[in-house]
């Protein structure tokens, strides 16, 4: 039996899986909010405790964590835990236990979705042997490499979303500027990430907004803002969200560009599978191929959006049913 987490600052989801060939099977998860618990071991206590049956040994274990990874510990950053992969190991006498940065273990996922948890946005065609690259905005920005390597991706985690925020049109440079502004450099996290929109909203949309109901100089939420987008009831937030989505198909493109992702580029996080009808609308794949002299580069990449909203648990799994040797 596999043991699997994906380990948030307010939630930690924690799955059981079978091993076997091909993609881990799925006997139990569930979510622990983490302000509940004193630390990881008490979350996987609690939640081996519910199991109707004894969990027959655990031969391996994988988290993803979101926050750094020094030495196979971790510290997460809106909570006081220390996630320790050899604590964890001891505790539960699992021989194998590996904590991951959480772009990297969602990254794992995509060797094993199926076309159903797949959006396409752009076909393209695949080369079966080239690189992947995952791109993720929820909380923050994320991004992943994945290398082809002895007949499967091998992901490597990046700091990409703190990468500088390059503008292309009259629009962004002033966001640019007002971003820059205001945090005193601007990164691609800054626009392409859930703050990210309502940064840019609050930049286009400085007089408060009746159907976001918020008022002048505050800051809106989100999913009001893309919720007020995608209903077309303000023109305003409609021009925000359209910002979001070219800046975020630019960005795919540019990790396109850098990974040389011609097995495709893959678009996970919360975000996209809330906004689709906007990344499939055209201007997502717009920004992406504007790339001269690379269009035809790039109109041959195919670009999915992840719609699993448990990849990253998927994902950890996969990771603990693969050889030791490839860890
Ligand atoms: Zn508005």
Redesign the pocket.
Known sequence: MLLAGDVGGTKALLGLFLDGPGRPELVDARAFATRDYAGLEEAVDAFLAVQPRPVTPLTAASFGVAGPIVNQVARLTNVPWVVDASAVASRFHVPNVTLLNDLQAMAYSVDVLEPGELAVVQPGRAVPTGNAALIAAGTGLGEALLHYVGGRFIPSPTEGGHADFAPRTADEVALLRHLTGRFGRADYEHVISGPGLVNIHRFM?PDG?A??GVEAGRDAAPSRISA?ALGRH?P??VRALEVFVSVYGAEAGNLALRSVATAGVFVGGGIAPKILPALQDGRFIDAFRAKAPMEDFLARVPVSVILNDRAGLLGAAVHAGMPRSLH
């Open positions: 949309h907004c159907a976001c007020a303000c305003d937030c």
